[in-house]
């Protein structure tokens, strides 16, 4: 049962005991965390799920009740859920915790959850199968590397479309990896294996776990949340790639 005592600072302190030391310890994590995820997010104004899907959505044509999406990094299934209120039937998710597929579950909305840690596992999933490839939240250091993007295009139909939300935490292991990140996506366009349809920057990704006290809160109203943004790419038609 949710412990409803818990309080905005306790979440991010909470937030800030994971140390990000490598994906296998994040997902364990997240198994202790999953029950609380969703209240707990919600507490700490977490947007990118909505953020992700609004914006897959004002670019998206089609017919949304048949198309077949790939939830990456699904966690309790909060992009399934927001993308159901829009017409979306069709739900695979993968997620590295079991903990938070348990949640994922009880949505009843995916067809299938796969257990998988990326970057140690490859992602499991047909090649060309999906209409939407969905990841929200999950590329960051200690979570999946960088190598997963191309993953998430190979699933993708020639002309589906790829989501990726990221969040700009501080620190230079994040810099390493946005930089890393910048120049895999912008090869991928180079290779011609994906074009850009948009990039939609936020500065209010979420609130920032490192500004703890409501008096840090009232001094530092700049850095209150963390920066992020959503990119939404198209997979190439010619199907010799
Ligand atoms: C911040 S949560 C985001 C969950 C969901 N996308 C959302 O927006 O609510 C990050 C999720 O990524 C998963 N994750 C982190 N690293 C992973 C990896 N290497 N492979 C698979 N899942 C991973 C975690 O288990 C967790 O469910």
Redesign the pocket.
């Known amino acids: 049962m949710a412990d409803c005592s818990r309080t905005v600072d306790d979440i991010k302190r909470s937030i800030r005991s994971c140390d990000y030391a490598n994906?296998?310890e994040?997902?364990k994590?997240?198994?202790r965390w999953?029950q609380t995820?969703?209240q707990d997010?919600m507490m700490i104004n977490?947007r990118?799920?909505h953020l992700?899907v609004d914006f897959l959505n004002a670019n998206f044509c089609g017919r949304r009740e048949e198309v077949q999406v790939l939830?990456?990094?699904?966690?309790?299934?909060?992009?399934a859920k927001l993308m159901f209120e829009l017409g979306f039937r069709h739900f695979v998710g993968?997620?590295?915790?079991k903990?938070?597929?348990d949640q994922a579950v009880k949505t009843s909305l995916y067809q299938d959850l796969r257990l998988?840690?990326?970057?140690?596992?490859r992602l499991p999933a047909e090649t060309g199968m999906f209409d939407v490839v969905?990841?929200?939240?999950?590329l960051c250091p200690?979570?999946?590397?960088v190598s997963?993007v191309r993953e998430l295009c190979h699933a993708t139909k020639p002309g589906g479309f790829i989501c990726i939300?990221k969040g700009l935490y501080p620190g230079a292991r994040e810099e390493r990896y946005k930089k890393d990140l910048d120049r895999e996506l912008q090869l991928m366009e180079d290779e011609g294996l994906w074009s850009l349809v948009g990039n939609n920057p936020t500065d209010r990704y979420m609130e920032n776990s490192y500004l703890t006290t409501e008096a840090d809160r009232k001094d530092e109203q700049e850095e209150r949340y963390i920066s992020g943004n959503v990119y939404l790419y198209k997979k190439s038609i010619d199907l010799n790639r």
């Open positions: 994906s296998k994040t997902t994590f997240y198994d999953a995820y969703e997010m977490y990118p799920a992700a939830d990456v990094g699904c966690g309790t299934g909060m992009v993968v997620d590295g915790s903990g938070m597929l998988a840690l990326l970057g140690t596992q969905i990841l929200v939240s999950v200690g979570y999946a590397p997963v939300a």
